[in-house]
């Protein structure tokens, strides 16, 4: 899901990493819809941590909680559960880096249409949503939110079909993007991803239930099973009668699933694409080991995200792997006024330097990514000051070079760090001493392939390739503002 006021975020603890903007959770046929609805988004609570909201159906009307803050508040509350009734629920998570965080932004959006309600959620990126927002607005309809989700809405709305899944069809034939969303009506709960499946989906069964979730984690918390991926173009229909599987985009086309959910956005104990998060993390570490190695005395991740990493370089270089930083979980956003002193101590209110495996030796550092550089630079710095001889930083991901466009909230190219400079310059901007990231073709041996195929790569890698494999109308026909602004006069 995204939204379109500003391109990042300007929390002052940001931790100079892309981040997912959302989760989706979906779950037909148990009596505790809401609970376990409320259960599944908690797992996936890193997908996104602004706000969250449920929407349930009882077979007669639908319920809805929606708020700001993070799951384990919104939901604590027997009352707010007992309030969400029903046997059917979806759920949203929301990371709001591209958008004010606003109550009317916060999903599920739900829609009283002439076959009866719809609520849906959705987790990416619509390329062409303001030409389809503006198309809309000049026809008369009047938009609530700047969610892009809200255009999937007034599509189903216009539509001339006749049932919900006949109106979902039509709507999304219209869009183009990356996205998985959940949509529950009276006449049951729906599914997709998009046709080149970049983000995530999964199907699961709890006894008799069947469930929807971004990542298999959500599955885990309940204890539900594992089934099977939603398919890349493929709607999942689940009601009283199973689970009916259709392809509306017509012809099946190569996967392009996103390669950054296995470098750093999924939960490390979820399974992607048929794969294992951790074991290819931990893969990737040791193929950075093998392109990448250098004389020292101890490897140390960037906590959290660079720990599979680091271990897999450790084993690969049989160095020794030491916790020498060690993370705070509990640091508040915005707990603290944000001068510019404060905003420079925001690096060390996350992450501390354990001295006693530091000083004195040869560091190597692992971390995921390298975004604009300012944190990476605040810990090369901190593991200096804690006395390391040399610091030498190794990245499990290629240079990141180029926007996402689909559903993450990246700085605009000539503000990320890679897009500036060789590596060599970057290096010398974060302070190492040395500095290399995994090739692309690396990244790809990880994940089992022999390399990156050319004509027809496996994952969408567009952040380290500029390989788009979705056209991207908006932002060819001009930049955010600009359009926002048009829609505005039109309206």
């Not at 929606?66 to 799951?71: I, K, T």
């Not at 069809?169 to 599914?191: M, N, P």
């Not at 093998?290 to 991740?301: L, Y």
Request: proline share 4%; with cysteine; charged share 25%.
């Amino acid at each position: 899901m995204a939204d379109h006021d500003e391109m990042l975020t300007t929390n002052p603890f940001d931790d100079d990493h892309f981040h997912e903007e959302c989760a989706v959770f979906g779950i037909f046929g148990h009596t505790e819809a809401a609970a376990v609805t409320a259960l599944g988004l908690h797992a996936m609570q890193h997908r996104g941590q602004e706000a969250s909201g449920i929407v349930s159906f009882d077979r007669d009307q639908f319920h809805d909680h929606r708020a700001l803050g993070q799951v384990g508040t919104i939901f604590s509350s027997k009352d707010v559960i007992s309030r969400l009734k029903g046997t059917a629920a979806i759920g949203h998570n929301r990371y709001a880096t591209t958008g004010e965080v606003a109550l009317r932004n916060v999903q599920p959006l739900y829609g009283d249409f002439e076959f009866g309600g719809l609520a849906i959620c959705h987790n990416g990126n619509l390329t062409n949503s303001f030409q389809l927002r503006s198309q809309l607005v000049r026809r008369g309809s009047l938009f609530q939110s700047t969610s892009d989700t809200e255009v999937i809405i007034h599509l189903l709305a216009t539509s001339l079909r006749r049932t919900v899944v006949e109106r979902m069809i039509d709507a999304l034939r219209q869009v183009e993007g990356a996205y998985s969303l959940a949509a529950l009506s009276k006449d049951g709960l729906i599914g997709v991803r998009d046709p080149l499946g970049v983000r995530p989906l999964s199907i699961g069964r709890l006894g008799d239930s069947w469930i929807l979730a971004s990542e298999t984690v959500a599955f885990d918390i309940i204890g539900a099973d594992f089934v099977r991926d939603v398919d890349p173009g493929e709607m999942v229909i689940i009601n009283e009668a199973g689970l009916q599987s259709i392809r509306p985009f017509g012809l099946k086309r190569p996967a392009r699933f996103c390669v950054f959910e296995h470098i750093y956005f999924a939960r490390p104990d979820s399974v992607l694409d048929g794969r294992s998060v951790y074991e290819v993390r931990k893969r990737i570490g040791r193929e950075l080991a093998k392109e990448s190695p250098i004389e020292a005395d101890t490897v140390i991740p960037v906590p959290d995200s660079g720990v599979p990493a680091a271990l897999g370089y450790s084993v690969e270089s049989g160095l020794p792997f030491e916790l020498g930083i060690v993370r705070n979980h509990y640091v508040g956003r915005t707990f603290i006024e944000p001068t510019d002193q404060i905003r420079h101590l925001g690096v060390k209110l996350k992450h501390n330097a354990n001295r006693a495996f530091i000083e004195g030796k040869r560091v190597i550092l692992v971390d995921d990514s390298i975004v604009r550089g300012t944190t990476s630079t605040k810990i090369v710095e901190m593991v200096r000051a804690a006395g390391a001889r040399e610091v030498h930083v190794r990245i499990s991901s290629p240079p990141t070079n180029h926007s996402c466009f689909y559903g993450i909230a990246t700085p605009e190219r000539d503000k990320l760090l890679a897009s500036r400079f060789d590596v060599e310059g970057m290096a010398e901007y974060i302070g190492a001493d040395s500095l290399a990231f995994i090739s692309i073709d690396g990244l790809y041996r990880a994940l089992g392939l022999a390399g990156r195929d050319p004509v027809t790569p496996a994952f969408c890698d567009a952040c380290f390739t500029g390989d788009y494999p979705i056209p991207l109308l908006d932002h060819d026909q001009g930049n955010v503002a600009t359009q926002l602004s048009l829609i505005a006069e039109i309206a």
